[in-house]
């Protein structure tokens, strides 16, 4: 059982950036597994944002998140980072990271899932 643990949110205002972490409690050893991260704001559904595949750091986006935000891993520490710049009022949400093996980043198939770690945006 993988745990992730999400941190790095906060309260910024419109124009800033932050630096969201995912840290998994174990070693990601598998070549297959995919890290996502999802976002889900007040009165919405959860949504997808971007993911890395863990073998080769293929990236997916959003047209959203595209130009905004960039996925990176740390492979040695089994982290995922999600660097946010110009960041905007609508990207306030709970963000989520999730992990698994999936064939299509998008989806919510993901194995495991963390808590997640709030970012608001004001304006």
């Known amino acids: 059982q993988v745990r992730l643990v999400e941190s790095g949110g906060g309260l910024v205002q419109a124009g800033d950036s932050l630096r969201l972490s995912c840290a998994a409690s174990?070693?990601?050893?598998?070549?297959?597994?995919?890290v996502g991260w999802f976002r889900q704001a007040p009165g919405k559904e959860r949504e997808f944002v971007t993911a890395i595949r863990w073998n080769d750091g293929s990236t997916y986006h959003t047209d959203s998140a595209r130009g905004r935000f960039t996925i990176s891993k740390f492979t040695a520490a089994n982290t995922v980072y999600l660097q946010m710049n110009v960041l905007k009022p609508d990207d306030t949400a709970i963000y989520y990271c999730?992990?698994?093996?999936?064939?299509?980043?998008?989806?919510?198939?993901?194995?495991?899932w963390g808590r997640g770690t709030q970012v608001t945006v004001a304006s």
């Open positions: 999730a992990a698994g093996l999936v064939t299509d980043p998008d989806r919510n198939d993901y194995q495991y």
């Open positions: 174990e070693t990601i050893d598998s070549d297959y597994y995919t």
